[in-house]
Nanobody, 116 residues
Framework: QVQLVESGGGLVQPGGSLRLSCAAS????????MRWYRQAPGKERELVAT????????DYADSVKGRFTISRDNAKDTVYLQMNSLKPEDTAVYYC?????????WGQGTQVTVSS
């Protein structure tokens, strides 16, 4: 069955780094645009980063530009989110999302907490 499994979340101090991973299975990963979303308590889900099927095109929310990097390895069916210079306002549950036309899949989310 279709699965997106995020990992790599945790507690980090402000200014620190984390690398999130999302392993896909059960669908043709290389044909899907991949995205990372996040949702903080009491807030709406926010699109953080997008990467095209080949990885040749990426896009970021203004709030993370210059600090976060999305990448993918189609040989491993995995998408990554490298997060540097983390701030307390980056605290949220981070979700992996796959989209191809009307076909959409979500992961279960991984918690990222930025606090001293």
């Amino acid at each position: 069955q279709v699965q997106l499994v995020e990992s790599g979340g945790g507690l980090v101090q402000p200014g620190g780094s984390l690398r999130l991973s999302c392993a896909a299975s059960g669908f043709a990963f290389r044909d899907y645009t991949m995205r990372w979303y996040r949702q903080a308590p009491g807030k709406e889900r926010e699109l953080v980063a997008t990467i095209s099927t080949t990885g040749g095109s990426t896009d970021y929310a203004d709030s993370v530009k210059g600090r976060f990097t999305i990448s993918r390895d189609n040989a491993k069916d995995t998408v990554y989110l490298q997060m540097n210079s983390l701030k307390p306002e980056d605290t949220a549950v981070y979700y992996c999302h796959a989209v191809r036309f009307a076909s959409r899949h979500w992961g279960q989310g991984t918690q990222v907490t930025v606090s001293s």
